[in-house]
């Protein structure tokens, strides 16, 4: 028992120290980090737009009824 933990222990690291596959050349990995740096703003651009699009569908509808 007292040698069994520490060989499954060391058997488990060098499990978790093997090298990574290395990256396909022929089709370069795409930056995550600039894709989102570019997408974040616009989503949430967009989400102001909308909101400012309903509010204003909102004051129109309440002109158009407070007129009749």
Not at 14 to 24: D, E, F, I, V, Y
Not at 36 to 55: F, H, M, S
């Amino acid at each position: 028992m007292r040698l069994l933990i520490p060989a499954c222990l060391s058997v488990a690291l060098l499990a978790g120290c093997q090298r990574p596959a290395p990256p396909n050349p022929e089709k370069p990995p795409e930056p995550q980090a600039l894709a989102k740096a570019i997408n974040q703003p616009l989503e949430r651009a967009n989400g102001v737009q909308k909101t400012v699009d309903d509010a204003a569908a909102r004051e129109r509808k309440a002109e158009a009824e407070a007129t009749q």
